[in-house]
């Protein structure tokens, strides 16, 4: 069965911390992983990853696919009251109805 | 700036009470999709239309009905709501069908079924 598995569940840090979020992932058929952001409401795209190795960076936040370990993981540096949200995973498998799989989320708490 | 719309942002229903959930997008996409999202589950499909004439069942779409009205609109029925549909459901459209970079999702619709 495909899944998609994140870790920490949960994380409480101080501004100005750094922190790694985890995601694993048994798909079949991949094709892609990809990170978003859910602060109060919608999701919103950070990252999309398809290679090992290279990373994917935007500001403080860095991605990076491990295709080996079937895992990826987000840091973000320097962190920030506003980078409080949950972080989501998902998977893109190339094939089948139900192509995107996501999981459960990381929840980031950054305190001042 | 609209991009997905979705109505009611929130609702209590009635054990057996019927209700559409509305959903409108204006980025000429071709695929939309019915999400929802309990704790401690992430999200979970519904039931998707990857192009204008389409529907498709997803992960859990048990209980639920969906009509690709046009391009734009995409709704999503329940026919007698259970407490087990109680939830966050977002609706999501992209350009091409599960294009992952280019999903834009709705802010929500806080559904309470007592």
């Given at each position: 069965e495909d899944k998609v598995v994140q870790s920490p569940l949960s994380l409480v840090v101080h501004e100005g911390d750094t922190v790694t979020l985890n995601c694993s992932y048994e798909v079949t058929n991949f094709r892609s992983l990809l990170w978003y952001k859910q602060e109060k409401k919608a999701p919103t795209f950070l990252f999309m990853l398809t290679s090992s190795g290279i990373e994917k960076k935007s500001g403080r936040l860095s991605s990076i696919l491990d295709k080996k370990e079937l895992s990826s993981i987000l840091n973000i540096t320097a962190t920030q009251t506003g980078d409080s949200a949950i972080y989501l995973c998902a998977v893109e498998r190339a094939t089948g109805a139900n192509n995107l799989f996501f999981g459960t989320g990381t929840r980031l708490t950054v305190i001042p | 700036n609209a991009g997905v719309t979705q109505t009611p942002k929130f609702q209590v229903l009635k054990t057996g009470q019927s209700m559409t959930l509305q959903c409108a997008q204006d980025m000429n996409h071709n695929s939309m999709y019915w999400y929802r999202q309990d704790p401690g589950m992430g999200l979970r499909l519904i039931y998707y239309s990857a192009s204008e004439g389409t529907t498709d069942k997803g992960e859990v779409p048990n209980g639920y009905n969906v009509s690709?009205?046009?391009?734009r609109e995409f709704s999503l029925r329940l026919e007698s709501a259970a407490p087990s549909q109680t939830s966050v459901y977002f609706c999501a459209s992209s350009v091409g069908h599960s294009s992952g970079n280019t999903i834009y999702f709705g802010e929500g619709s806080w559904l309470t079924v007592v």
């Open positions: - | 690709r009205l046009n391009k």
